[in-house]
């Protein structure tokens, strides 16, 4: 099996937790919270070790926040690479209204970082690198990352053997447009992050696969991915375009969905399976990840479960 590498810039300590009825100016007595390490990269290795398989979590940690984040990922046999952050590991809180079932989640920035804080921070991933490893960049970026690191890591790794994939947002996804090499492998991005990189409404399947093959085309990725959330998962290639449908199953939270369709695609890349089958794979974790509450990813026997829900076509 191919090697994973996680990074995770911003973690937090995620709170998950309930109220009768959330409303203003009132004390909201809560239930006791679910606490588990979080963050776009440590949501991927999470998931990857929930599904059966190994990675390496790359993770900027710092002050007793950290060192929880890393003894809970050591409690579930995670291995850390861990970089000292210049400051206190965030935390950030899901409150589901019991009334209404809505959730309401408050995620803090992250300590803010300075020039010579990353400076080491693109040779210190690098040393971290297991040979011929998938790289998986995924989360938000602390304050004082510049927009271009996903760009400047791609960059940096493009004289290895490693694979890219690059799960980003907002201003960072727009200078991967201005990378000097290909931006990633696989690049992955929601409906909306498409539309308005696109500049034009991407509203069915169709239109997605099409945005995605131009980028392809335009020498941006091997691959790019567009969530659909409901209406599926879009890949395409420069050989080829498919769809996953979502399963339809009952939404309990949406919460890690995302990082769980990442670590099924990545766990199935890692182990040899061909594009649509990755995907499928994605499909069915992601699907798995909304049934559970909270924080709480993909369970492994619903993953199996569902993927025969997740069908495949081609675009």
């Known amino acids: 099996m191919t090697p994973i590498l996680t990074i995770t810039l911003n973690p937090a300590l995620d709170l998950a937790t309930d109220t009768a009825c959330v409303t203003p100016e009132r004390k909201l007595r809560c239930t006791q919270p679910a606490i588990d390490p979080g963050g776009g990269g440590i949501n991927v290795s999470r998931a990857i070790a929930a599904m059966g398989g190994q990675s390496v979590a790359f993770v900027a940690l710092g002050g007793p ?18 970089f000292k952050a210049p400051g206190d590991t965030r935390q950030s809180i899901t409150v589901t209204d019991q009334s209404t079932a809505e959730q309401y989640r408050f995620v803090m920035p992250g300590p803010q970082w300075s ?12 040393l971290s690198l297991p040979p011929g490893a998938i790289v998986v960049l995924s989360g938000s970026q602390p304050p004082g990352i510049p927009d271009d690191f996903p760009a400047r890591l791609s960059d940096r790794l493009a004289k290895t053997h490693a694979q890219v994939f690059l799960d980003t947002s907002g201003p960072a996804l727009r200078e991967l447009l201005h990378a000097r090499h290909r931006a990633a492998d696989v690049l992955r991005m929601d409906d909306i992050e498409a539309e308005e990189l696109a500049g ?31 209406d599926g998962n879009v ?19 949406k919460v890690g969905a995302g990082d769980s369709f990442v670590a099924g695609f990545t766990l199935s890349l890692a182990q040899g399976a061909p594009w649509p089958e990755a995907l499928q794979h994605g499909a069915a974790a992601a699907s798995a990840a909304v049934m559970t509450p909270a924080t709480e990813l993909c369970r492994p026997a619903d993953v199996a479960a569902l993927r025969a829900a997740c069908r495949v076509h081609e675009i």
Not at 117 to 123: E, F, S
Not at 241 to 246: E, F, K, L, N
């Open 200 to 230: 034009r409404p991407l509203p069915t399947r169709r239109d997605s696969a099409d945005f995605a093959q131009e980028l392809v085309r335009k020498g941006l990725a091997q691959a790019v991915l567009v969530a659909r959330g409901g």
């Open 235 to 253: 890949l395409a290639t420069r050989e080829g375009r498919w769809v996953a449908d979502a399963a339809d199953v009952a939404i309990i939270s």
């Open 65 to 82: 926040t950290g060192e929880r984040v890393a003894r809970r990922l050591a409690a579930q046999g995670i291995v850390v690479a861990p």
């Open 115 to 126: 020039a010579s804080d990353h400076a080491q921070l693109l040779d210190q991933i690098a």
